[in-house]
């Protein structure tokens, strides 16, 4: 039973309709790593969508803070005025939804969800040494994470780490072979607002017990997302940045 794994939707809708145009028929079931809202024009349609579509989905630090489960103080300036349009926007609905969202990780079939490192939900899991200490506490040999925006992760053998990389540019996808005894850390990549220098919208797809994992990358309609970013007045930079995938 193949799973389609989205994480930093980011209330960007036409990211998440290119996703799952691309993803028909490759999965059965839906699961969402968290930051389902913040940055992009759309926060009640994308999350109607998750709320109604994934099976499972952990918090992100936006979905928290958009429903005032933590302080917005520690957030940039430009985040800080995103996350409060975000709140203005919600359906009472959306925010119940939100707020009720379990912390990661959330262990799954001998496998686990996290948004930010599986030690800690609002820690990036960037650095190789890292994924080190996160492998040493996870007791699932695959976990899906993401909240930096970079899709890829981590492959740890014994005291190896050795970075996944994700698709090249002109690459539709990866797929990661898993090894014998090695440990896997996957950043399933953002579908709202990629951070790799590629604008595509990224994902994952994994199926249970099966030995590897697919990295998919997809182009989607970049201007209507720019376009509804400005007209709903949040700041330009969250519309300029989705056109450089940064
Ligand atoms: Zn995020």
Redesign the pocket.
């Known amino acids: 039973m193949p799973y389609l794994i989205l994480s ?1 939707l ?1 209330a960007n809708l036409e990211a998440l309709t290119a996703v799952l145009a691309d993803a028909a028929g490759r999965y059965d079931e839906v699961l969402c790593l968290g ?1 389902v809202v ?1 940055y992009g024009a759309d926060p009640n349609a994308v999350t109607d969508w998750v709320r109604q579509h994934a099976r499972q989905t952990v918090r ?3 979905d928290k803070v958009a429903v005032g489960l933590e302080t917005l103080e520690w957030f940039n300036p430009v985040a800080q005025s995103a996350t409060l349009w975000t709140r203005s926007q919600l359906t009472p609905e959306n925010a119940a939804w939100l707020a009720g969202l379990p912390r990661g990780p959330l262990p799954l079939n001998g496998f686990q969800l996290a948004h930010g490192s599986p030690v800690d939900e609002d820690a990036y899991l960037v650095e190789p040494e890292d994924a080190y200490v996160a492998c040493q506490c996870a007791a699932v040999p695959v976990t899906f994470f ?2 930096s ?1 970079l899709q890829g992760g981590f492959e740890i053998r014994g005291r190896r780490v050795l970075e996944i990389q994700r698709p090249l540019p002109r690459q539709a996808e990866r797929v990661i072979e898993f090894q014998p005894g090695a440990t896997y850390l996957i950043n399933a990549g ?1 579908v709202g ?1 990629p951070r790799d220098r590629d604008p595509r919208a990224a994902y994952a797809l994994y199926t249970p017990g099966e030995p590897r994992a697919v990295l998919r990358r997809v182009t989607y309609d970049v201007a209507t997302a720019q376009a509804k970013i400005r007209r709903a007045g949040l700041p330009t930079l969250l519309a300029d940045r989705l056109a450089e995938g940064r």
Do not use: A, E, I
């Open positions: 930093d980011h930051d913040g992100g630090n936006h993401g909240h925006h953002s607002q």
